[in-house]
């Protein structure tokens, strides 16, 4: 063995229950880890020009893996003013008054809770009276709904209802007349597509941006739940760059209305990507969000709403499933109410016989967010054989103990304390990958697993706990981000533990994350990352 690296670090969370401990040194080769083991051991590895790092009393663990994240369709979702803080109307109202003395075509905000707008509708009032004129398009924080003004609606044309191939909408008042309200893309896209675009270049630098965001929260990867041929486009222009810090998988979207056709395009863009990101599933909708009275539940919601799927005809949803899993590929379902859950099962379970069970064991299989399930699908889900990709803040953001939130309300006591049932799951043997949804939710991860173990805001002591029983243990949330976080892409042979063999990927701790409380653990500092045994972000001290 002759490394390149040797990081020797006072704490190493392997993540490997194979390895024995204590771990404090790690030696690495082209990228892959060659060797673990202690200090001493390390002293025997150095060859001349190997480069040692000593992190000293900081922990180091595999690199942390964001589960679902929007990074390219998160740019449209995050112009304009930032309204996740806005807690009442008028923080709203002044908000966007402030935004529209600025001097360009549309006023635009994103990030906006209905728990904000306490009783009074959603309309698009509420924007006519602060937009100085100007068309306006606010997208909401579940990133499936948006509110336009008037002035919008007129320059798209809207003036009634639509059809669409999936379930969205352009709500309409009693007597036909729109109220600003845009439920799901097809109906969100009939606004947007009138809002002036940025350049690539701008969109670049943004993304860029961005990803070295990610890398400084300590992420070395991702699972991009989107893809177009923009995105590819950008990926490649990063890297040719040398400016894509941390690996992506990606997920091309399969919606309604598609057929055989276009699963086909679909299924020809696996594989492909670059060196450090790469197509590699098929992400599908079966339903949409409890906020906005789109989830497919068993039982209405208070308002008679989330009844339907997000296909219209969800033997369709079905049929797709079976089509890329005959062929090995991955597929990730966003479902998040309990009847949309059981469909996805439904699915899965119906082709368990009809695929070759070495095509079965290599592709996994997933299902996004997960909101509200009663018992028995959460026994399904661990025989089913599918994987969780669950995000805690969700639940710690954007609902309450009391039940007094938007999604609490319109779900009813019962289902509101089914809230994300990450404990349960675990314990009933799921994999469980963590993620945050941005730009849905922060993508810091040292407070979202802090989150997942309060069951409430980190730093915020003063909260009650929402269905505290459905904690996760320290060791739990950290597995989210490295070990289940492998195991969710099909990836724990090649990633997921500092094994040897292993890609070199890690993320530096100032605080070790299985000992430190969890609101001291939200507020500390990651130190650095590792990918491919490069470093990508370093702080000057450790440098």
């Given at each position: 063995m002759t ?18 401990g204590?771990?404090?040194a ?5 990228g ?14 150095r ?17 942390l ?6 990074p390219?369709?998160?740019?449209d ?8 803080g806005?807690?009442s109307?008028?923080?709203?109202r ?32 509420v ?15 579940d ?15 809207i003036?009634?209802?639509?059809e ?9 008042d ?10 799901e ?9 009138h809002?002036?675009?940025?350049s ?10 961005l990803?070295?965001?990610f ?12 893809h177009s041929?923009?995105s590819?486009?950008?990926?490649q222009?990063?890297?040719a ?14 919606m ?16 492909k990507?670059g060196?450090?990101?790469?197509i590699?599933a ?38 797709a ?13 966003h479902?998040?109410?309990d ?37 028995q ?15 805690p ?18 779900l009813g006591?019962e ?17 469980l ?8 939710a922060?993508?810091?991860?040292l ?26 243990t ?7 981000y ?7 892409a ?23 994350p ?10 500390s ?17 450790l440098?």
């Amino acid at each position: 063995m002759t490394p390149d690296l040797i990081i020797l670090s006072d704490t190493i969370h392997t993540m490997d229950p194979r390895t024995p401990g204590p771990v404090q040194a790690v030696a690495v080769s082209g990228g892959v880890i060659a060797a673990v083991g202690s200090r001493e051991d390390a002293q025997t590895w150095r060859q001349p020009g190997t480069r040692v790092v000593d992190l000293g009393s900081a922990t180091l663990t595999p690199g942390l893996v964001d589960c679902h994240i929007h990074p390219v369709f998160g740019l449209d979702l995050t112009i304009g003013v930032d309204l996740s803080g806005a807690t009442s109307l008028e923080d709203v109202r002044s908000l966007l008054r402030a935004e529209a003395t600025h001097d360009d075509g549309w006023l635009r905000g994103w990030g906006l809770n209905p728990n904000a707008f306490g009783t009074v509708p959603l309309h698009r009032s509420v924007l006519d009276d602060v937009s100085n004129g100007k068309p306006a398009l606010i997208r909401l924080f579940d990133g499936h709904s948006a509110l336009a003004n008037s002035r919008a609606l007129e320059v798209a044309g809207i003036h009634g209802r639509h059809e669409f191939e999936q379930t969205a909408e352009v709500v309409c008042d009693a007597s036909g007349v729109p109220t600003g309200f845009l439920v799901e893309a097809a109906a969100m896209e009939l606004v947007q597509r009138h809002v002036p675009q940025e350049s690539f270049a701008e969109r670049k630098t943004r993304l860029a941006e961005l990803l070295r965001d990610f890398a400084r929260s300590g992420l070395t990867g991702g699972h991009v739940m989107d893809h177009s041929d923009e995105s590819t486009a950008l990926l490649q222009a990063l890297e040719a760059d040398g400016d894509l810090p941390l690996r992506l998988r990606t997920a091309p979207w399969c919606m309604p209305g598609s057929g055989e056709a276009e699963w086909k395009e679909l299924a020809r863009s696996i594989g492909k990507g670059g060196r450090r990101w790469s197509i590699e599933a098929i992400k599908l909708f079966v339903d949409g969000t409890v906020d906005n009275g789109t989830a497919w539940l068993f039982e209405p919601d208070v308002h008679g709403q989330s009844t339907a799927p997000f296909w219209p005809r969800p033997e369709e949803y079905s049929a797709a499933v079976r089509y890329f899993a005959s062929r090995g590929i991955p597929t990730a379902t966003h479902a998040i109410g309990d009847a949309g859950v059981e469909h996805v099962l439904d699915a899965v379970e119906s082709f368990r016989d009809a695929v070759p069970a070495d095509i079965l064991r290599r592709t996994v299989h997933r299902i996004e967010h997960i909101e509200t399930v009663p018992d028995q699908l959460v026994a399904r889900l661990k025989a089913a054989d599918v994987v969780a990709s669950m995000q805690p803040t969700h639940c710690t953001h954007y609902s309450l103990a009391d039940h007094s939130d938007n999604w609490s309300t319109r779900l009813g006591d019962e289902r509101a304390d089914r809230a994300w049932r990450c404990r349960d799951l675990r314990e009933a043997g799921v994999t469980l990958g963590i993620g945050s949804d941005w730009p849905i939710a922060p993508y810091e991860p040292l407070p979202i697993m802090a989150d997942a173990r309060l069951r409430r805001r980190s730093g915020h002591p003063d909260q009650e706990p929402i269905a505290p029983a459905q904690a996760l243990t320290a060791l739990q949330a950290l597995e989210g981000y490295t070990s289940h976080a492998a195991k969710a892409a099909g990836l724990w042979e090649v990633s997921g533990s500092i094994t040897v063999g292993k890609r070199a990927d890690f993320t530096v701790f100032e605080l070790d994350p299985l000992t430190t409380t969890p609101d001291e653990f939200a507020a500390s500092e990651v130190l650095g990352t590792f990918v491919d045994g490069e470093v990508q972000f370093m702080l000057e001290r450790l440098a």
